[in-house]
């Protein structure tokens, strides 16, 4: 019994005072910030405040200076520990010489996972993906189709972590619909958590649990949506938003 709560209580992220500079830029600064099991956390921020940083560096893809990282309760420098996730990058461009089955075949069997055809179809149909697009080359593929299979790749993996690297990038607004409606199907099953970037504060105010605002490096604010219209005192997430930033801007100005 003991042992079961404590496997419930160890967070699915637990970052610590990371650092992380490229050559003399710091862009992480003593960054901390964990996510709860079942949790959907969004992650918003200016381009260039650290949000594609923090992902590579929790998956071990460029190293931390300083801190610690734990998936699942295990230190993200083992290899073992990003076994519970399925990583969607920013961007992402699948290997434009295969056809979309043989790259989700191909992810099925990295995975040691049987590749099911009636739950990729569930899937295409999910996001949005024509079925018949499946046996064709990527490189026909348009930039929302490429999307659209990155997040199928994702999800053929039943992860309990998804780290999506800006999920809506390149979808039409059917697909964000579909996208959302089927994040929303996560959520209520209750098995995944998610942690995403986006600059889509609607989405974030849709489907997320809490949401961290990474300004210059540091976390500016961590809460629920609405504690940050309460703490901004605005009912418009956008608003609360900006005043969350330009309140770094005004610190900053007058400390000078
Ligand atoms: P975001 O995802 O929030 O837009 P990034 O994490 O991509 O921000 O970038 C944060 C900062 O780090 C930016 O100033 C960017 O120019 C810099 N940066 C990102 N990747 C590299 C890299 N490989 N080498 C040098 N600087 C980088």
Known sequence: MESCNEYKSVAMLNVQQVDKAYKQQAVLKQLSLTVQRGEFFGLVGVNGAGKTTLLKTLLDFCAADAGQIEINGQSHLQAQARQDLAF???????????????????????????????????????????????????????????????????????????????????????????????????????????????????????????????????????????????????DDLEQAYLRCIEAVFTAETTST
């Open 88 to 234: 969607l990058p920013e961007q992402f461009m699948p290997p434009w010489f295969l056809s979309g089955e043989a790259f989700l075949r191909q992810i099925c069997q990295l995975r040691d996972l049987p590749y099911q055809v009636a739950q990729v179809h569930e899937l295409c149909q999910a996001l949005d993906l024509p079925v018949t697009a499946l046996p064709k080359l990527i490189r026909h593929y348009s930039k929302g189709m490429a999307q659209k299979l990155g997040l199928i790749g994702c999800f053929i993996q039943q992860r309990p972590l998804l780290v999506l690297d800006e999920p809506m990038s390149g979808l039409d607004p059917k697909a964000r619909a579909y996208l959302k409606q089927y994040l929303r199907q996560l959520k209520q099953a209750g098995h995944t958590t998610v942690f995403f970037s986006t600059h889509l504060l609607a989405d974030v105010e849709a489907l997320c649990d809490r949401m961290g605002i990474l300004h210059q490096g540091q976390m500016r604010f961590v809460g629920t949506p609405s504690e940050c219209c309460q703490q901004y005192e605005t």
